[in-house]
């Protein structure tokens, strides 16, 4: 039973660890263009099945490197001819916009790659489990954690010590303002979209090697980094984290006990956190509501 | 009376002219009576969706969860309580409209992109649920087997169930009713109420009127119709099926609200009009027909924004 628990919550942070990387992503194009993204997880599905395209001629390393970027560059091109013409308009239309995109992105992979699975293998020395004791804990369970960790030091050290990370934030609290200051107000925003493509390009490239690549995997994996924000707190990225650690953990450990809720529970959690603070873990009253 | 009020009478009569004579002329143009059927009650679904959106002004990314609850309380009382088919609706009705009440409370709370995310995020809710509780709903497969019943007025029988265009006066009569409903709503000091929060929300709060309180009664009203439409929809198909309440089902919905011209009482009907005849022939045609739906959402956004109606409305104005 202890062993069951233990290996629930594990599993339940790794999840979580990965719900994170995506969510901070959705967070952060929230955040400043107050557009709910829904193509990222499509985004998502193009970055792993750029990364099955490229590891034969680049390897392992290559392409997790390599596929988030492209993934990067093809959401700047998205944001600067289609969501950037929906900015200061009803959020309904960038919602719109971005639900339509979600389908394109969907069945645009399922004809380019087949709408069958496919595998994306992994280092062998990363998919052997470490111990038979804790046979659940694979190398590369531990190494999507570490690049996630590694990752999230990257980016709050971004947003907290150079210039552009600055703008960024402030840009959050005060865009107008921001604006004021003579900061290029739509170049910061393509840039802080195509870091957010970026995170979910690597979300694709970490999942594609844990599950297998499908077309509809984005869309399963949406979801649950709403829920992350919402619980984390809109408007705090740091809230975000903790929101998405917190559901994975949730529906882990729900797993041992009730394992049909276990998908249900996260939006359980969230309607506690709205009944009784409606503003989230870590948000701030009066942001973005 | 005004020549603006009686063009604006002429089409209504049109509409309704059009809508009663359907069965007679919707042959000719190649439609079918069960298509024009889920026309009906799709256009309803907008509709109830635009009640919302379209003139209190708040975006419910998720109410095909209460359409869906509409539909498995309909498919459910059918199956396993009693043979009847207004018993069916009032019992779908009253689960996806309660339902949507009590979490609407928790809902309008939070307002603009925050609300949609919450109302997209609940919605899930229902359809995990129906999708892992196959005892009760089926799971993926939906539920089944039922069947809408003959209705039994007394004096006479009408076999909905064989009978395709009886069903088809069956609908317009339910959807006359609930239309009849909205507008009466939307008429009353309420309906006044919701639009001028729509228009300037802080400018009605200062006028003392209690925001969320008349947010949570147009959100559960919306409910309530939705889950009508829902129950209907179950009649339509003989069928409840989880995807009927997943998130895209309410992209779907908005973007019909949205095709048609949300600030129209109408405008809705007519986007779920071209929506499902476009759906329809599309997918008869190439299987890859999401990408087609997608990019009709891109370029309605892009070039459309005011919907059918608004864009003609637009272009006699000009």
């Not at chain 1, 984390?232 to 809720?261: D, E, M």
């Not at chain 2, 009590?102 to 999708?131: C, D, E, S």
């Not at chain 2, 892009?302 to 919907?307: N, V, W």
């Amino acid at each position: 039973m202890t062993q069951l628990l233990l290996f629930n919550i594990t599993n339940g942070l790794i999840i979580g660890a990965f719900y994170v990387l995506m969510a901070i992503g959705l967070s952060l194009i929230l955040n400043l263009s107050n557009v709910i993204n829904f193509a990222h997880g499509g985004f998502l599905v193009i970055g792993g099945y750029l990364a099955y395209t490229l590891e034969p001629y680049i390897g392992f390393w290559g392409a997790l490197i390599a596929a988030p970027f492209l993934t990067a560059i093809l959401g700047v091109a998205v944001e600067r001819f289609l969501i950037s013409r929906v900015y200061g308009r009803d959020p309904l239309y960038s919602l719109l916009l971005t639900f339509g995109l979600a389908f394109i992105f969907e069945e645009g992979t399922r004809m380019i790659w087949g709408a069958q699975g496919k595998p994306f293998t992994i280092p062998a020395f990363l998919a052997q489990p470490l111990s038979n004791e804790l046979f659940f804990l694979t190398g590369y369970r531990l190494f999507m954690v570490a690049v996630v960790a590694l990752v999230m030091a990257t980016l709050f050290s971004f947003l907290r010590f150079t210039r552009i990370g600055i703008r960024i934030r402030a840009g959050t609290l005060d865009l107008e303002t921001v604006a004021g200051l003579g900061i290029n107000v739509r170049a910061l925003r393509t840039l802080n979209f195509g870091v957010g493509i970026f995170l979910a390009g690597l979300s694709g490239v970490l999942a594609g090697g844990q599950l297998g690549l499908e077309p509809t995997m984005g869309a399963g994996l949406l979801m649950p980094s709403f829920v992350a924000i919402i619980v984390g707190g809109v408007g705090s990225l740091g809230g975000t984290l903790v929101g998405g650690l917190l559901i994975g953990v949730a529906s882990g450990v729900t797993a041992v006990f009730f394992p049909a809720a276990s998908e249900a529970v996260i939006y359980v959690l969230m309607a506690v956190v709205l009944l009784i603070r409606p503003r989230g873990l870590f948000g701030e009253e009066g942001m973005l509501t | 009376m005004s020549a603006e009020q009686g063009r604006k009478l002429a089409i209504i009569a049109a509409l309704w002219a059009a809508l009663i004579l359907a069965p007679l002329w919707m042959p000719l143009v190649g439609g079918y009576t069960a298509l024009g059927t889920r026309v009906l009650v799709l256009g309803l679904a907008a509709m109830s969706v635009n009640f919302l959106l379209g003139f209190t002004g708040v975006l419910s990314f998720g109410h095909a969860a209460w359409f869906g609850l509409g539909a498995y309380g309909c498919g459910l009382l059918l199956k396993f309580v009693a043979l009847s088919t207004p018993l069916g609706i009032l019992a779908g009705t009253l689960l996806g409209g309660i339902l949507g009440g009590l979490l609407g409370a928790l809902i309008v709370r939070r307002r603009g992109v925050y609300f949609a995310m919450v109302t997209i995020a609940f919605g899930q809710v229902f359809y995990y649920i129906a999708f892992q509780w196959s005892s009760l709903t089926g799971g993926d497969d939906g539920l089944r087997p039922f069947y809408r019943q003959p209705l039994h007025l007394g004096f006479t029988t009408i076999d909905i169930l064989q009978n395709s265009t009886a069903f088809y006066y069956f609908v317009l009569f339910c959807f006359a009713g609930a239309a009849a409903a909205m507008a009466f709503i939307l008429r009353s000091p309420f309906g006044r109420t919701m639009i001028a929060i729509r228009e300037n929300e802080r400018r009605a709060r200062f006028l003392g009127i209690p925001i969320e309180l008349h947010i949570w009664i147009a959100f559960t009203l919306s409910c309530f119709f939705m889950a009508f439409a829902g129950s209907l929809y179950a009649l339509v198909n003989n069928f409840a099926d989880p995807r009927g309440l997943h998130y895209s089902q309410s992209g779907d919905f908005v973007m019909m609200a949205v095709m048609g011209g949300m600030r129209n009482f109408w405008g809705p009907l007519l986007g779920a009009v071209v929506f499902v005849v476009l759906q329809d022939y599309v997918s008869s045609i190439t299987i890859n027909w999401q990408i087609y739906i997608g990019l009709l959402f891109v370029l309605v956004v892009l070039f459309f924004p005011r919907g059918l109606l608004g864009f003609i409305q637009q272009r006699r104005r000009a």
